[in-house]
């Protein structure tokens, strides 16, 4: 037996600091090639310093996930100083300062614009949140959510800036008079008229369905206005209100972390799944439109893909734990 321990790695410079940062915004982008995650391998593997800072960041940030309300509470009380004082880019350096390799972490877990880092309210890829308002309204944020919250004498305003949020208005007990509720995006708005309803900030457009009571729908650049009542759903862009129609009753199962599947394309059921998930998930298109029924959890991933493929002629290959593709078995 040896007389003499095995050295420690160095503590990773700055420098090495900032390129496993790198890194990480690399592979989270959702962008990243499979080369470029052998790529990063290889990195890692370079040089001690280098997987001891890659190891450390990914700890980091399991354990900011974990516990999120750390974080947010810091850098909330930052970013209160900051918007005083400084414009938002200026804010967002000071953020990063203050909270550090952790909070640089928790903030790269999903490709945001600088608006929804910014966000009074967030979510990361993965994460489902409950927030009860100070008007006593619920609000439910799905994966990747960011929300401004705009509450003045006049009006209880949401500003949803990303992803999908469920709704429950509060009675507001506590306003010397009548505040309306909306909720709004880039393409108009949405007011509650006691209700609960759903809202769900895509590219082209803001899907809406109503669980209970009513909403009114008004695109920013139109002059129409639009009511939903319970059970119906619609979308609108900035122009104009489509496809009024009734409801999927299925639709706000992610609020019990589930997705519930009833003859829906492996491809459908892939590109919700993955929201949940960090990296590359897709099918080979032999098997896209193979229709898949049934109920798969959303806070374990894994065991929804592992389901799929004991359930249907699929099989996963893996890549990387990252990079996952589900083929025709066989």
């Not at 990063?40 to 001690?48: D, I």
């Not at 401004?148 to 500003?159: G, I, T």
């Not at 709704?167 to 006691?194: F, I, N, W």
């Not at 809202?199 to 009513?214: E, M």
Request: glycine residues 8%; charged residues 25%; contains cysteine.
């Amino acid at each position: 037996m040896s007389g003499f321990a095995r050295a420690a790695p160095n503590e990773p410079s700055p420098a090495v600091v900032q390129q496993a940062i790198a890194w990480m915004v690399r592979l989270q982008s959702g962008s990243a090639s499979p080369g470029a995650w052998d790529e990063c391998l290889r990195w890692r593997e370079a040089a001690p310093e280098h997987a001891l800072a890659w190891e450390r960041l990914q700890g980091i940030q399991g354990r900011f996930a974990a516990m999120p309300d750390v974080p947010s509470a810091l850098a909330q009380q930052t970013m209160d100083v900051a918007r005083k004082h400084m414009g938002r880019r200026k804010a967002m350096g000071l953020l990063s300062v203050a909270v550090g390799v952790g909070g640089t972490a928790l903030l790269l877990r999903q490709p945001w614009s600088e608006s929804a880092m910014l966000a009074d309210l967030r979510t990361g890829v993965g994460e489902v949140r409950r927030v009860v308002l100070t008007d006593g309204s619920v609000l439910l944020m799905d994966t990747a959510t960011a929300v401004d919250l705009r509450f003045d004498a006049d009006e209880r305003r949401l500003v949803l800036i990303k992803g999908r949020i469920v709704l429950t208005s509060g009675t507001d007990a506590s306003a010397q008079r009548y505040r309306p509720l909306v909720v709004q995006t880039l393409h108009g708005q949405v007011r509650a008229l006691g209700t609960r309803f759903q809202t769900h900030l895509q590219a082209d457009g803001t899907q809406v369905q109503v669980q209970s009571d009513a909403v009114e729908l008004r695109p920013h650049g139109s002059s129409e206005v639009r009511v939903l009542r319970q059970g119906q759903q619609a979308w609108f862009d900035a122009s104009q209100v489509h496809d009024l129609e009734a409801s999927d009753g299925d639709s706000d199962a992610w609020t019990d972390g589930v997705l519930v599947a009833r003859s829906m394309p492996l491809a459908a059921v892939l590109e919700q799944l993955g929201r949940y998930r960090l990296g590359h998930l897709a099918c080979d298109e032999r098997v896209a439109q193979l229709r898949i029924s049934g109920v798969f959890s959303l806070k374990d991933t894994e065991r929804s893909l592992d389901l799929l493929q004991k359930t249907w002629p699929i099989e996963l290959r893996r890549r990387t734990r990252y990079w996952v593709t589900l083929v025709p078995r066989g």
